[in-house]
């Protein structure tokens, strides 16, 4: 079973709840919010933490840590994937909430920000124990999910199957067919058309608005793309398609870099399921080193912090597009700034996922289904006019697309808020 995944890496230090909150505080600011508001945004509504018990093949039971986070429900019900993964920390599953409550304002959807996650590592589990293991978390958290509460979604490590499991154990404990309890499920379970390229695609919308405004056309565009599991392996085949120059990609044991292109089809065919290639070559770089390397466009599709204080001097190229969740830290914020990087934050770049996937709750909840298309069409609208307000607010404000971005989601949250009389400012 192919699952989604961008590598897993183990970090020395998960300080992505921090980072969060940091940026927060400074966008409240410049709105001028009372403090109030932050104290209510910075740490989730609502966070469960669940043990799991699993019978494993050899007939061990084995406990799993698991976690959901609800960071905000004022202007709809939350929404957020579930990710498996050995890393998976309460302080990350926090702020991948609130940045999705974040993505969620951005792109005016009428949800707030969730996330789960269950400490393991899928690559060292068979088919049934991954199945027992996403059984056992949804009825873990089933008193607090449902397609009018909290709505999950694929993540990294997790993928259309899970969601199906999911998906019918939720109905056996609810007892009544329940398509919108969950999103990014097989098509033949009410799964949406264009759900699996959603983020690539939003990404590459991104790109596409980037380029027009920087006035630099798509097929002369040096990429390099960190990571080749699902969001940078589709990613790396549409610029491809459309005649930009790949000319790094990398997975978790290495990095591959050509100034004349890489061969992305051949790459795409040979790839396993996890996304690693580079396996296949005598020679490679490490991920950190590709980074560093000269390009138009650098595309963090992988892990969070990969470009910090020790490497950001060190860049080189022009325009950075966060496809992952937090892949640059704060402190290295001014630094693009003072480089001339252009920063596309991962609350704009990466929303493409959460917004096909109220697509799909949409389909499921009128029973009437999209063609692909259609999906593709309402994904870029949306896409584009949320870069656009993210452009225009960083215009008016005189500040960067990182915290342009976090006023525009901030807003909504915090205007339904108001409206329910949750703060006052």
């Given at each position: 079973?192919?699952?989604?995944?961008?590598?897993?890496?183990?970090?020395?230090?998960?300080?992505?709840?921090?980072?969060?909150?940091?940026?927060?505080?400074?966008?409240?600011?410049?709105?001028?919010?009372?403090?109030?508001?932050?104290?209510?945004?910075?740490?989730?509504?609502?966070?469960?933490?669940?043990?799991?018990?699993?019978?494993?093949?050899?007939?061990?039971?084995?406990m799993f840590q698991g976690y959901r986070a609800q960071h905000n429900d004022a202007a709809g019900p939350t929404k957020g994937g579930i990710r498996f993964h050995p890393d998976v920390t309460p302080e990350e599953v926090?702020?991948?909430?609130?940045?999705?409550?974040?993505?969620?304002?951005?792109?005016?959807?009428?949800?707030?920000?969730?996330?789960?996650?269950?400490?393991?590592?899928?690559?060292?589990?068979?088919?049934?124990?991954?199945?027992?293991?996403?059984?056992?978390?949804?009825?873990?958290?089933?008193?607090?999910?449902?397609?009018?509460?909290?709505?999950?979604?694929?993540?990294?490590?997790?993928?259309?199957?899970?969601?199906?499991?999911?998906?019918?154990?939720?109905?056996?404990?609810?007892?009544?067919?329940?398509?919108?309890?969950?999103?990014?499920?097989?098509?033949?379970?009410?799964?949406?058309?264009?759900?699996?390229?959603?983020?690539?695609?939003?990404?590459?919308?991104?790109?596409?608005?980037?380029?027009?405004?920087?006035?630099?056309?798509?097929?002369?565009?040096?990429?390099?793309i960190q990571g080749f599991g699902n969001v940078g392996s589709y990613l790396a085949m549409y610029l491809h398609e459309l005649e930009a120059k790949v000319v790094g990609i990398s997975d978790e044991l290495g990095g591959?870099?050509?100034?004349?292109?890489?061969?992305?089809?051949?790459?795409?065919?040979?790839?396993?399921?996890?996304?690693?290639?580079?396996?296949?070559?005598?020679?490679?770089?490490?991920?950190?080193?590709?980074?560093?390397?000269?390009?138009?466009?650098?595309?963090?599709?992988?892990?969070?912090?990969?470009?910090?204080?020790?490497?950001?001097?060190?860049?080189?190229?022009?325009?950075?597009?966060?496809?992952?969740?937090?892949?640059?830290?704060?402190?290295?914020?001014?630094?693009?700034?003072?480089?001339?990087?252009?920063?596309?934050?991962?609350?704009?770049?990466?929303?493409?996922?959460?917004?096909?996937?109220?697509?799909?709750?949409?389909?499921?909840?009128?029973?009437?289904?999209?063609?692909?298309?259609?999906?593709?069409?309402?994904?870029?609208?949306?896409?584009?006019?949320?870069?656009?307000?993210?452009?225009?607010?960083?215009q008016k404000f005189s500040v960067n697309m990182k915290i342009a971005a976090y006023i525009e989601g901030i807003r909504k949250i915090a205007e339904a808020s108001r409206l329910r009389g949750w703060v006052r400012f």
């Open positions: 079973m192919a699952v989604k995944t961008e590598g897993i890496k183990k970090r020395e230090k998960d300080n992505s709840l921090q980072e969060f909150q940091d940026i927060l505080k400074e966008a409240i600011d410049v709105l001028d919010y009372p403090d109030q508001v932050f104290d209510f945004l910075k740490t989730p509504m609502r966070f469960l933490e669940v043990c799991i018990p699993i019978q494993m093949d050899n007939g061990e039971t084995r926090k702020a991948l909430a609130g940045w999705m409550s974040l993505k969620c304002g951005i792109t005016d959807l009428p949800y707030g920000g969730a996330k789960g996650g269950i400490v393991c590592d899928p690559r060292q589990m068979s088919l049934s124990e991954l199945e027992r293991l996403s059984r056992g978390y949804v009825r873990a958290v089933s008193q607090i999910v449902g397609p009018t509460k909290d709505i999950p979604a694929p993540d990294m490590y997790t993928n259309s199957q899970i969601m199906a499991w999911m998906l019918d154990e939720y109905d056996h404990i609810r007892e009544f067919d329940s398509p919108g309890f969950i999103t990014g499920k097989p098509l033949s379970l009410g799964g949406s058309k264009g759900r699996e390229t959603a983020t690539s695609k939003g990404v590459l919308y991104t790109l596409q608005m980037v380029s027009d405004l920087k006035k630099m056309p798509i097929q002369d565009m040096r990429v390099i591959l870099y050509d100034p004349n292109g890489l061969d992305i089809p051949y790459l795409l065919e040979n790839r396993d399921s996890y996304g690693v290639v580079t396996n296949l070559f005598k020679e490679s770089l490490s991920n950190q080193e590709l980074l560093e390397k000269e390009c138009d466009v650098l595309i963090p599709a992988a892990i969070s912090g990969v470009i910090n204080k020790d490497n950001v001097e060190r860049l080189q190229c022009k325009i950075l597009i966060e496809a992952a969740n937090g892949p640059t830290t704060k402190e290295t914020i001014k630094i693009l700034d003072e480089k001339g990087i252009l920063l596309v934050p991962d609350i704009l770049a990466n929303s493409g996922g959460v917004i096909v996937s109220y697509f799909e709750w949409c389909q499921n909840n009128q029973g009437y289904y999209w063609t692909e298309e259609l999906v593709d069409k309402r994904l870029k609208e949306k896409i584009t006019a949320s870069f656009l307000n993210v452009y225009h607010t960083s």
